[in-house]
Nanobody, 115 residues
Framework: QVQLVESGGGLVQAGGSLRLSCAASRPIFTFNTMGWYRQVPGKQRERVATITSGGSADYADSVKGRFTISRDNAKNTVYLQMNSLNPEDTAVYYC?????????WGQGTQVTVSS
């Protein structure tokens, strides 16, 4: 069973920054893609950013230029650096890992941006 443990969420003022971390219980190079998703109450979970095993990153339009996803294979950890945060970024952020035919999720970490 794969475990993904997120950390780094919290309360920040608009314009501030946070860095989320996702530690995996197995080597992350075994996943085709890892990523970050977010969800607010009453809305569907949406993709924020993904990164492939080869290091190719992709972002939702709403976070391009502000968020950066990265990975450290030696630490089995994926990061999401979030800059210029605004209240619309408030959500629970979930780490995701995908292997062939399987998807794994972390428990989520709350990010709250105050205006």
């Amino acid at each position: 069973q794969v475990q993904l443990v997120e950390s780094g969420g919290g309360l920040v003022q608009a314009g501030g920054s946070l860095r989320l971390s996702c530690a995996a219980s197995r080597p992350i190079f075994t996943f085709n893609t890892m990523g970050w998703y977010r969800q607010v109450p009453g809305k569907q979970r949406e993709r924020v950013a993904t990164i492939t095993s080869g290091g190719s990153a992709d972002y939702a339009d709403s976070v391009k230029g502000r968020f950066t996803i990265s990975r450290d294979n030696a630490k089995n950890t994926v990061y999401l650096q979030m800059n210029s945060l605004n209240p619309e970024d408030t959500a629970v952020y979930y780490c995701n890992a995908e292997a062939v035919g399987l998807r794994y999720w972390g428990q989520g970490t709350q990010v709250t941006v105050s205006s």
